[in-house]
């Protein structure tokens, strides 16, 4: 299939700036950028057979670093403190003009977690957006078509902008409470109130139009070219082509949705918080492996149940990722798993925390701002700056889901087969809270594979270890400990330093990976910090460099274990990993455009979805699983059996991230608020041709499907499935040189670094991803990795 524009996320500049900053906080994907919201932020997709945990080589042996990778933190980090894990190279320390009356206003190499309250949002962002202003009036009134004179004045106001509500919505996500959802609910609107006047600003707009119409604009750069287009585009779409009465209600148009938006999240965070199923009788939780047991007698003893242990309980489960989804997987008692299942797809959907309203109001106000803008609706929006069209989107999700349906239709025929051969009660009426666990149990037998079991060969520390030294070999680069370096908001999270092979720093990430449902969102997710930038470049450095956030909601570690971890999270490792090399490996000096700035849409997803090919591959693998006691190689006969188990059930995997991108296009094209058509009818349409089990008929999935809501992938869901095809076509450049050619594989990577994480938002993504392959993308490997491309007859 020719495939047509590049995909990935932010258009640029104030694609970058304004729907950045538009953003309150959350985000999946990498890749899930994300200058300001969760809802931006690169959040992994909703992958898993039941919600699970998304929403966002050469030999490499072992060596000495072993468990370096996650050494233990200082007990008080100091901001003046280096690290003794860090060595030969000079890290920046941390600003000594920390603003103690407000962080928010520091002058900071490294953002002051540790000390931002509540209490500062709102003085703090009154303060900034005032400065702000000024700095924009100045500019409108001095405004010159140069890049001196425009874009660095430009991005110097959306970087401190970017920069600083992105600390306020970061610690909304991973240590949210009522003070702090207060304090950003009141100053948001004054926030959007600026961004708005950013991107209407007819001095600005006209200047880079300027540049544009200019005898040197052939002198230009191609990233240089790529952020005036950008900025063009995205003033036109934030209205500044529209007149005043237009565009007044436009701009309320985007201060109701910024509301909603936020307040979509937080019902679905509460409601997933108030749900807490106490279990005293042990006859109830069989089938339960230990690790889920002692979780929730873990958290029964966080609510104050006194005594709970996993062996005599009282156990309590939630609806957090690692607690209902082995319930669902695990439990025998049917009735248990109905009722954690019902609990699922119904959160959010009634009382206080209905999200039903959010929903339509949200879907309405895009409607009228697309309509205000010229397009038919939302979604031309939404493709206005992604590199498919509607069309092309459509015509990609039909072509995977006609290949995925017969497959989907044989997992439910063998599902069936299987429950009636074990002489299941319910084989003859198997529900939804009955496919997880039975698909575990077919799976366990088909491939002699029990999930739980592979715990004890990956731990958390020996993850990390494999992981940086697969990128090490790869992309050449260094990945050692920082604790200490830099204030961090929560006392897991783990701060690292990336180098290059001279010694040199070149990027530095924070890890926060274990759930903490009382205040962290769900999911998994990456997110920019700091973006590498010549203009916002601090003293004498020629460069600021980048800094991410890497987020898990993954088993936090029971007892005196470390965190044992499930396949499937060390897959959403490696995923959000991706999302942040691209970020983290950029050699793009315009802020505008570097790391994962700049970068369409539906292309953002193809470093992180590269990334989880390697975690199949044997050399990788097996210097990640070892058991955490004994140091044992996972066997050899595992293995095999985890590589052929990644194709089970895969027609009705991908069917399912097909419904999901399909309800998303329907709810953005054709559907029309206030019809006769509820968003649940639609659903329900949309399941008829993409689920070979219809959903219930209360299931209200959508009143969390906090991607296409609260998280910057409306009539955006569709990305997944399109990178997905350019994440397996560039691994497959490393399997036709073979994977275990080191030599190939090294001079793969090394092009795969200086094209796909290198060039970030300055290039077109269809021309990075030429660059790299040799020609256009291909389906053929994604079909062929999920087992779904026909095998030719035999002659």
């Known amino acids: 299939m020719g495939y047509p524009v590049l995909r990935r996320r932010r258009a640029v500049l104030l694609s970058t700036l304004i729907m950045l900053l538009m953003a309150t906080s959350i985000s999946t994907l990498i890749f899930r950028t994300r200058l300001v919201s969760p809802s931006k932020s690169l959040p992994c997709p909703l992958w898993s057979s039941s919600f699970s945990l998304c929403r966002s080589k050469s030999s490499l042996s072992l060596s000495s670093r072993q468990y370096k990778a996650f050494c233990p933190a200082p007990s008080s980090p100091s901001r ?65 078509p140069t890049w001196d004179k425009l874009v660095v004045p430009f991005e110097k106001i959306v970087d401190r902008l970017t920069v600083v509500w992105g600390i306020v919505n970061h610690l909304k996500s991973v240590k949210d409470n009522d003070e702090l959802r207060s304090a950003i609910e009141e100053v948001q609107p004054e926030k959007v109130k600026f961004v708005l006047r950013l991107g ?54 985007q201060q109701e949705l910024e509301k909603l938006s936020q307040k979509f999240s937080e019902n679905a965070l509460d409601a997933t918080k108030k749900f807490e199923l106490l279990i005293t009788d042990e006859k109830e939780i069989e089938g339960l492996p230990a690790t889920v047991l002692g979780l929730a007698a873990q958290t ?48 959010a959907a009634a009382g206080d925390l209905d999200n039903t309203d959010i929903i339509n109001q949200t879907l309405k106000l895009r409607l009228e701002k697309a309509k205000l803008l010229g397009y038919n609706n939302y979604a031309e929006v939404s493709m206005a700056k992604k590199m498919a069209t509607v069309e092309k989107a459509e015509e990609l999700l039909e072509k995977l889901r006609s290949a995925s349906w017969d497959a989907a239709v044989r997992d439910m025929e063998d599902l069936r087969t299987f429950c009636r051969e074990k002489g299941a009660v319910e084989a003859n009426d198997l529900q939804h809270w009955d496919t997880g666990f039975w698909s575990e149990r077919l799976r366990e037998t088909k491939y002699d594979i029990n999930e739980e079991e592979l715990r004890p060969f990956f731990s958390l520390p020996r993850v990390l270890d494999g992981l940086f030294n697969l990128v090490n070999v790869l992309f050449e680069i260094e990945i050692e400990p920082a604790d200490g370096v830099a204030p961090v908001w929560n006392s897991d999270v783990r701060f690292y330093c990336v180098k290059d092979l001279s010694g040199s720093p070149i990027a530095y990430f924070y890890f926060d990976p274990y759930s903490r449902p009382s205040e962290k969102r769900g999911g998994a997710w990456m997110d920019e910090v700091i973006g590498r930038s010549r203009v916002m470049a601090h003293n004498s450095n020629s460069t600021r460099l980048p800094i991410a956030h890497v987020v898990c909601n993954q088993t936090p570690p029971v007892g005196s274990k470390p965190s044992l971890m499930t396949f499937r999270e060390v897959e959403t490792i490696f995923h959000e990993f991706g999302h942040a090399l691209q970020h983290m490996l950029t050699k793009e000096d315009e802020g505008l455009v570097s790391g994962i700035r700049g970068i369409e849409w539906d292309a953002v997803e193809l470093p992180s979805q590269f990334m989880e090919n390697w975690c199949y591959h044997w050399d990788t693998l097996m210097n990640i699983a070892k058991h955490y006691e004994t140091g044992e190689s996972l066997p050899e006969e595992v293995y095999s059996k985890l590589v052929a188990a990644r194709t089970f059930r895969a027609g009705t995997l991908s069917l399912r991230q097909i419904r999901f991108a399909s309800i998303d296009l329907e709810l953005h094209t054709k559907y029309l608020p206030g019809g006769s ?81 290198a060039l970030g938002g300055g290039s077109p993504p269809l021309q990075v991803f030429v660059e790299f392959r040799g020609r256009e993308p291909s389906p053929d490997a994604l079909l062929r990795h999920n087992g779904l491309l026909p095998v030719p007859a035999s002659a």
């Not at 939630?318 to 248990?336: F, G, I």
Request: with cysteine; aromatic share 10%; charged share 25%.
């Open 200 to 253: 209407q600003s007819k001095p600005i707009f006209n200047a880079f139009k300027a540049i544009q119409e200019s005898s040197s604009w052939q002198a230009l750069s191609e990233s240089r070219k790529r952020i005036v287009k950008a900025q063009i585009k995205e003033a036109v779409l934030n209205g500044v082509a529209l007149d005043d009465e237009k565009r007044e209600q436009f701009n309320k148009i």
């Open 80 to 144: 003046s403190s280096s690290y003794s894990c860090v060595r030969g190279s000079k890290l920046p320390s941390m600003a000594a003009t920390v603003n103690v009356e407000n962080p928010l206003l520091s002058d900071f190499t490294f953002p002051p977690f540790d000390v931002v309250e509540a209490k500062h949002v709102r003085p703090g962002m009154r303060t900034l957006l005032k400065q702000l202003e000024d700095d924009l009036v100045k500019l409108e009134s001095t405004v010159e």
């Open 300 to 347: 029964a003893l966080s609510k104050g149940h006194e005594g709970a242990s996993a062996e005599n309980g009282p156990w309590l489960i939630t609806l957090d990722a690692p607690s209902y989804l082995p319930v669902l997987q695990h439990a025998k008692n049917r009735s248990l798993r109905e009722k954690v299942y019902r609990a699922h797809i119904t959160k």
């Open 677 to 757: 058509e509820s968003i649940f009818d639609v659903d329900q349409r949309v399941c008829q041709r993409t689920q070979v089990m219809p959903p219930l008929p209360e299931d209200r999935f959508l009143c969390s499907f906090s991607h296409i809501f609260a998280g910057g992938y409306e009539a955006g869901y569709y990305s997944y499935k399109w990178a997905e095809v350019l994440s397996a076509d560039a691994f497959s450049a490393f399997e036709e040189v073979g994977l275990d050619n080191n030599k190939a594989v090294k001079e793969t990577g090394h092009k795969f670094r200086e094209t796909i994480l």
